[in-house]
């Protein structure tokens, strides 16, 4: 049920949000109409940061803006901005902050014809500006500073955007840069396959063992980061900057090597550990350090960032925040895709791993947005097993692809899952391990629970994924709703608990039994949400005169907001994705602007969620400055 609370007032430690995406809301703009614009669905979702990594077109590769890998890195005649500032303001336009991820896609490097991925007809820009003898790494040592310090000073320009979008932002160098001709198995364009003797010590560029993502030694790029790093934070101290986007053998816990992969732990711990080291001979200010994992058990990420703190310390980086730049389940995974429902328990309980037990994670970005971009029409990502643990083909890809949304903006199951973080963002953290017939994080039960307190009342939300262990013998999780809602000062009539038990949703309400007692399903996302015995129809402010600011609306679900009505909705304004209320003119008490002159201004707030709109009726007195606040009495009809 969508209710509008009204101001949020937190006591204790908040939720972080975590709402960050890979890949961008629109087509790229050369393109056929293969793939949606979803930058509707970014702004419902609640998308807060997206990260410039496999755009629809790859625009925000070196490649594609600075196409000519020979010519003069600081002639700005030698950049084509067109793509890329096309990209970068449909990601503003969202309302979410770009994380600007600096290098190379892997589609877009010489290990294209490596791969045998043909380029899709009508994608313009996949491989064949940067194919040739000379390895992009030489063009990154010698031009690599320039090329990136002339697109951050593009892409922070006040004159060009209006103000600067990286104000407070991060970049991040370079994407799995450990992986380093060490393909276990290569397919070659003639069809013939190849092994790659490469290891972390002997390791040398072969054009006959093309690079996953940068075809230079270790050494080379340990030196091309810092360098990088270093100029960047001169010209932009304000932002943040880190990486390098680990893919997760470069941290050398072979728990997390996904069998069959086509990366071994080759160039894994060695590489991270020499990496660290040069940085911190170097002095560099490394603010973050960025890792990817992929992965369907939520132990293996909570290992993950344990390792990654030790190493961290062991260098000296012990004020570095750490970023999960990519991460999804196991994308070959035969107990459940990651479009599946089970998928999304998987991804849920990993969400809530991080939440729990990782406090040094400052964000992460989610991989995907939408499936795409390799099969026009389909959705996408080339997952060869779906999640009756069968082959499927490219072309028979069907909606197994890994995004949230499908290529046509359809949601699946994470998707709606993801809206769940989202109304969670920002809530007071609260325990409610007491409640649970089995301790939380043993036997794989995963719950969050956050309180969101208004003017008006108070709503509890909880997030649970109980994950099946694959036996016939797993003990039955119960949850006292009841004793729950008592504890809280929750209405029992209240209680709203919803399932995600399908592939695209959408969430399925369940009935309580009547003793108050919830037996949990498994593999499955359960929502359970309630709010306070004592809400209220109206909701009522005071304004001191002179103050602009009303103050911040918030709802029981993820919502965006408009002022629908009231006579006096044209001295107001909202913002559509805070619910942030103010006036459009200073008000004065002693010259009331409302309709009937006493400072009592009315106008009616609708929320829109996902799946509900509510209506409220808003009352907004101006007080006096100069006199004591009188608590304001109105009355307010609810409409839905």
């Known amino acids: 049920m969508l209710t509008i609370l009204g101001f949020r007032k937190n006591q204790g430690p908040e939720i972080r949000p975590h709402l960050g995406i890979n890949s961008g809301p629109t087509p790229f703009g050369e393109g056929g109409e293969a793939f949606a614009d979803v930058s509707h669905q970014y702004r419902q979702l609640g998308v807060e940061s997206i990260r410039t990594e496999d755009l629809s077109n790859g625009s925000f590769d070196v490649m594609y803006f600075f196409p000519d890998r020979n010519a003069d890195a600081a002639d700005p005649a030698n950049y084509d901005w067109t793509e890329t500032d096309i990209n970068y303001r449909d990601i503003l336009a969202t309302g979410a902050d770009p994380f600007v991820r600096l290098g190379q896609s892997w589609r877009n490097m010489q290990s294209w014809g490596a791969f045998n991925l043909q380029e899709p007809t009508g994608y313009p820009g996949y491989g064949p500006f ?70 972390a010590s002997e390791f040398e560029y072969s054009p006959e063992f093309p690079s996953y993502s940068w075809d230079g030694t270790p050494q080379e790029f340990y030196k091309f980061f810092a360098d990088t790093a270093i100029r960047l934070k001169e010209l932009f101290p304000e932002i943040k900057i880190g990486g390098p986007g680990l893919q997760n053998v470069g941290l050398g816990l072979p728990s997390v090597q996904a069998p069959g992969s086509n990366y071994k732990n080759i160039i894994g711990l060695e590489w991270t550990e020499n990496f660290l080291d040069y940085l911190a001979e170097r002095s560099v200010d490394l603010d973050f350090f960025s890792w990817h994992l992929y992965d369907s058990d939520p132990e293996n990420f909570i290992s993950l960032y344990q390792r990654t703190e030790e190493l ?92 949230l949304l499908t290529s046509e903006g359809s949601y699946k199951a994470n998707a709606h899952a993801f809206s769940y973080w989202s109304n969670m963002a920002r809530r007071e953290l609260v325990s409610i391990d007491q409640f649970y017939s089995v301790p939380i994080d043993q036997k794989g039960l995963y719950s969050l629970a956050g309180l969101q307190a208004g003017s008006d009342g108070r709503d509890l939300q909880v997030l649970i994924s109980y994950l099946s262990d694959g036996s016939d013998q797993q003990d039955d999780v119960v949850l006292d709703v009841y004793e729950l809602t008592e504890s809280f000062g929750m209405a029992e009539d209240s209680v709203v608990i919803t399932v995600l038990s399908e592939a695209f949703g959408p969430p399925l309400q369940v009935p309580l039994d009547e003793d108050g ?71 004065e008490f002693d010259q009331p602007k409302d309709h009937d002159g006493d400072n009592i201004y009315s106008i009616v707030v609708e929320a829109t969620s996902i799946h509900e709109v509510a209506c409220q009726e808003v009352f907004i007195e101006v007080v006096d400055t100069m006199q004591p606040f009188s608590l304001g009495i109105g009355a307010s009809e609810n409409f839905v």
Do not use: C
């Open 130 to 199: 940067w194919r040739g003898d000379r390895p992009l790494s030489t063009t990154m040592m010698e031009s690599g500073v320039e090329i990136f310090t002339m697109l951050i000073d593009r892409y922070t320009d006040e004159d060009l955007w209006g103000y600067n979008p990286l104000a407070q932002g991060y970049i991040e160098i370079w994407n799995e840069p450990q992986i380093i001709g060490i393909n276990t198995v290569l397919r070659s364009p003639d069809g013939k396959n190849k092994t790659n003797p490469a290891n």
């Open 312 to 403: 961290l310390g062991d260098y000296g980086f012990v004020d570095t925040a750490q970023i999960l730049s990519e991460w999804n389940t196991d994308f070959a995974n035969p107990k459940g895709n990651v479009s599946t429902a089970l998928g999304a328990a998987q991804v849920n309980a990993i969400w809530i791993a991080l939440q729990n037990r990782a406090p040094n994670l400052a964000m992460s970005h989610f991989y995907r947005g939408a499936d795409g971009p390799f099969v026009p029409g389909g959705n996408g990502f080339p997952i060869l097993i779906n999640d009756q643990g069968e082959n499927v083909s490219v072309t028979d890809f069907g909606d197994y692809g890994v995004g």
């Open 517 to 587: 007692m919830f037996t949990l399903p498994s593999d499955q996302v359960v929502s359970i949400q309630m709010t306070d015995e004592l809400m209220a129809d109206q909701i009522f402010y005071e304004v001191e005169d002179l103050n602009v600011d009303v103050g911040s609306f918030v709802a029981s679900q993820l919502s965006s907001w408009e002022i629908v009505g009231g006579v006096d909705k044209s001295h107001f304004d909202i913002d559509d994705l805070t619910g942030h209320l103010y006036f459009a003119e200073k008000p």
